[in-house]
């Protein structure tokens, strides 16, 4: 009642007290010099790496002189996002948030926007011209005489991201004196492809059901979304695709068009454009057609309608992306015709629209393959120069399938008049789904880093796909989400780095994975070098390490069927050979690995000369690569000076002596990180050491009864014999179907 003092206190009363009590904690503990530290919350990980907790009191001293006054535009939606995001993390780091003005009348005032959004920037004559429609510049200026920070740039979305980058200066313990940043991506679509089905079950997801409600769409929209646009806009990334690449036709219909024109709005101010996969088939499933041959003048007919339709509903759609004559997915060549004509006839319904057909270079043959890490290439490089400007072929980072390591794809360079881009996977099919703690940034970065010679030396694969090496007009990276319902997005609290470096190599693939570890360390966890040092060490080892204790030495697809859970190197007979273990290692009594030179399937010879030369000499190839492409016999010399054998055994070993490593790490970290996210991913840590031994005995245990010779000596027996590690099942692992 009014007037009458409440009993019990009302939320909005604590939430004051609690504001208040920060404000005084502040500027009276601080001010006096003293640590100010805000009581620990329980984290979950919801908040990814945007915590924007409270720095620590010294930093805070140091800040506010240049975060007193912000200036910034709020008339579109991007504008009013990026303010938004502003005050919310300068209020979270240092306690209170700048006063918003219209223009500097004083020093430390943060201006932000365009020279169309702002007159102020535009009176600054800022050169901006380089830096294209998403690029930003950073800089300490000056305005009236007053010292300022600027963040400027040609189009809204520049300056959200800029924003970005300067709230990730303070996230990271960085300075903010003499501030002079520029910043354009290097790569134009930035995408993350989501394999989720219309149902909410995720294709390969280890982070539980689609973040799509579907069937609350368009209606209801769960604010997740505005956080996933927000994580996404903090890496540059632009675009997604919402739907699985194997592909349901209901996405195309007018009710799921609602639905998904619903999450653009969302996603719209925060520069994320949406794509759909497109079933090739649709014409048939859902326009009545008795065809979908893509030279039929209704099928092209059909396209087009469908397409004006989309247009309709968004009017900004990104365009499509498929899967076709691939794992029994439909395509051209149901009727046919190349990927080509498939991928063209799509081209031609979006070009009117400025929409982007991503055409996947993931196909292998119905029939027995010759070898399916030579049929992309065999199918595709004959296409070069015959697909649409509108079309990019889109090609994972390795022939066969995502694999704890691959040899780069030959189609990398190869294909000079088709972009090509890539493809990474971040959801962790092959590498310990969600549980194994391992980061993703030194894979991406091997791949991007490695050297085609197409061109001479230095042609990198990260120049096939910022375009430098053969000036492609369109540029793109897809990478294949780990984000789902879990509170945590990713499935654990490591997985969000996969998203995170993967964002970051998209903006530019230069970058290097270890300093992003670190910036991701930092903002995930905490600027405390005792905490930063030991995570970054942690996880730049932790990738070699999954490759050791599952698929050393350069083997390959030894997973368990179907699932890939788990080690399954006698996996054989089935439908195809091809989806089978003994197909990828082809051990015998004679040795071990896939012959792929010339006395063999002579995919070597898919590369350029001079890599062909390395990688088909046994003595020149990298020794992570040997099994790829070589037939050794188990005495075989390494370049430890091991028999091939024992360093097979040493190195499953030494992948499980990581994981150990990594537990005892993560324990001394106790009480310096949070005890809610220290605690799952102290649990996850001894799943992954369980399971790296697992991969570790079984291989062994398998591999034994080829090779025939004992363990070297100091290294366990595996406990159990080999028909033990062949009798577990395991129907329900997730991700599957
Ligand atoms: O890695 C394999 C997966 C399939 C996936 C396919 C693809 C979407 O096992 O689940 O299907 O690749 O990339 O198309």
């Not at 291989?699 to 080999?722: D, V």
Request: glycine share 10%; proline share 7%; charged share 20%.
């Amino acid at each position: 009642m009014p007037g009458m003092l409440p009993l019990t206190p009302q939320a909005g009363d604590s939430r004051r007290t609690a504001f208040l009590a920060r404000i005084i904690c502040l500027f009276v503990l601080c001010g006096v010099g003293m640590a100010c530290v805000p009581a620990a919350r329980a984290e979950d990980g919801y908040d990814l790496w945007l915590r924007y907790r409270a720095v620590e009191a010294e930093r805070a001293q140091a800040y506010p002189p240049y975060v007193t006054q912000l200036v910034a535009g709020t008339t579109t939606p991007t504008q009013a996002a990026t303010r938004t995001e502003l005050m919310r993390g300068l209020e979270g780091m240092l306690g209170a948030a700048p006063a918003v003005a219209e223009n500097v009348t004083r020093d430390g005032a943060l201006v932000v926007g365009t020279a169309a959004s702002s007159p102020l920037i535009a009176r600054l004559a800022l050169d901006t011209r380089r830096l294209g429609p998403e690029g930003y510049l950073i800089r300490s200026t000056t305005v009236g005489g007053k010292a300022v920070t600027v963040i400027a740039a040609n189009q809204d979305i520049g300056a959200l991201y800029g924003a970005f980058h300067f709230l990730r200066l303070l996230q990271t313990g960085q300075s903010l004196e003499r501030v002079d940043i520029r910043e354009s991506p290097r790569v134009k679509l930035r995408v993350l492809n989501h394999w989720d089905d219309l149902d909410g079950h995720v294709e390969r997801g280890y982070a539980g059901a689609s973040i799509w409600d579907w069937h609350k769409l368009p209606d209801y929209l769960d604010p997740r979304y505005t956080d996933y646009a927000r994580a996404n806009a903090s890496l540059g990334i632009n675009g997604t695709v919402l739907n699985n690449v194997n592909s349901n036709a209901l996405s195309l219909t007018p009710m799921y068009l609602e639905k998904t024109a619903a999450l653009a709005g969302v996603l719209r101010p925060y520069g994320i454009r949406v794509f759909l996969s497109a079933r090739f088939s649709a014409p048939i499933e859902i326009g009545g057609l008795k065809t979908a041959d893509p030279l039929d003048p209704a099928v092209q007919r059909w396209w087009r309608e469908k397409t004006d339709e989309i247009y309709k509903t968004i009017p900004d759609f990104g365009g499509f992306l498929v899967k076709a004559n691939s794992e029994g997915q439909p395509g051209p060549q149901d009727y046919g015709r190349s990927h080509a004509d498939g991928a063209n006839m799509l081209a031609d319904a979006l070009a009117p629209h400025g929409g982007t057909v991503m055409w996947r270079a993931f196909v292998y043959s119905h029939e027995q393959p010759d070898d399916r890490a030579k049929q992309a290439y065999s199918e595709f490089v004959p296409l070069d120069g015959k697909f649409r400007d509108n079309v990019m072929v889109q090609v994972k980072n390795g022939a066969i399938d995502f694999q704890p390591r691959e040899p780069f794809h030959p189609l990398f360079g190869a294909m000079p008049k088709t972009p090509l881009m890539m493809e990474f996977q971040i959801t962790k099919e092959y590498l310990g789904f969600a549980t194994h703690l391992v980061y993703l940034g030194p894979l991406f970065e091997e791949t991007l880093k490695a050297d085609t010679r197409r061109r001479g030396k230095g042609s990198t694969v990260a120049k096939v796909i910022d375009g430098s090496l053969h000036g492609y007009a369109i540029t793109g990276m897809a990478g294949v989400a780990n984000i789902g319902a879990d509170r945590n997005w990713s499935g654990s609290q490591f997985d969000q780095a996969n998203w995170y470096v993967y964002g970051r190599m998209a903006w530019n693939p230069n970058l290097s994975s270890q300093a992003i570890a670190e910036e991701w360390a930092r903002m995930t966890f905490s600027n405390d070098a005792k905490v930063v040092t030991p995570i970054v060490e942690m996880m730049m080892g932790s990738r070699e390490a999954a490759v050791d204790y599952m698929t050393p030495l350069g083997l390959h697809h030894v997973m368990g069927r179907g699932h890939h859970y788990g080690p399954g190197p006698w996996i054989s007979g089935g439908p195809r050979a091809d989806w089978t273990s003994v197909y990828y290692h082809r051990a015998s009594a004679d040795g071990i690995g896939f012959d792929r030179t010339a006395s063999g399937s002579n995919a070597v010879a898919q590369y350029a000369p001079a890599v062909a030369r390395e990688f088909g000499d046994v003595r020149r190839v990298p020794e992570e690569f040997l099994l790829w492409f070589h037939h050794v016999p188990w005495d075989y010399q390494t370049r430890s000076g091991r028999p091939l054998w024992n360093e097979l055994v040493h190195r499953y070993t030494r992948g499980v002596d990581y994981v150990h490593g990594m537990r005892k790490t993560w324990d001394g970290l106790e009480g310096s990180v949070d005890p809610e996210r220290h605690a799952q991913v102290a649990g996850f840590l001894a799943i992954q050491e369980k399971e790296a031994q697992w991969w570790r005995d079984a291989s062994i245990a398998y591999f034994q009864t080829f090779s025939k010779r004992p363990l070297p000596e100091g290294y366990e027996p595996p406990p159990h014999p080999l028909e033990y590690y062949e009798s577990l099942e395991f129907p329900y692992a997730p991700g599957n179907g």
